[in-house]
Nanobody, 116 residues
Framework: QVQLVETGGGLVQPGGSLRLSCAAS????????LGWYRQAPGKQRELVAG???????NYADSVEGRFTISRDNAKRTVYLQMNSLTPEDTAVYYC??????????WGQGTQVTVSS
């Protein structure tokens, strides 16, 4: 079992930055890959960024070059550094863990609002 708790959301002006954190508890070593998803009102949940067990990363085209995902295995935490934010980045951001047994775990989500 893996539990995920996101922190770091909030209100930021366009062009600003935020860093999201996702702390994992439970069977951390059962995690294969970690990722951040987001869901805006009226839209489907979409992958923002992912990081594999080996540390390789992938990003949605819309955030490439602005967002950076990283993981600290010692702290059992995955981060999403978000720079140059735009109103289109406004969404609820969810942390996700793909487990080695094929199951998935989700956090409760954290709201990010980009507005002047």
């Amino acid at each position: 079992q893996v539990q995920l708790v996101e922190t770091g959301g909030g209100l930021v002006q366009p062009g600003g930055s935020l860093r999201l954190s996702c702390a994992a508890s439970g069977s951390f070593f059962s995690i294969n890959a970690l990722g951040w998803y987001r869901q805006a009102p009226g839209k489907q949940r979409e992958l923002v960024a992912g990081i594999s067990r080996s540390g390789s990363t992938n990003y949605a085209d819309s955030v490439e070059g602005r967002f950076t995902i990283s993981r600290d295995n010692a702290k059992r935490t995955v981060y999403l550094q978000m720079n140059s934010l735009t109103p289109e980045d406004t969404a609820v951001y969810y942390c996700n863990a793909d487990l080695l047994n094929g199951l998935r775990a989700w956090g409760q989500g954290t709201q990010v609002t980009v507005s002047s």
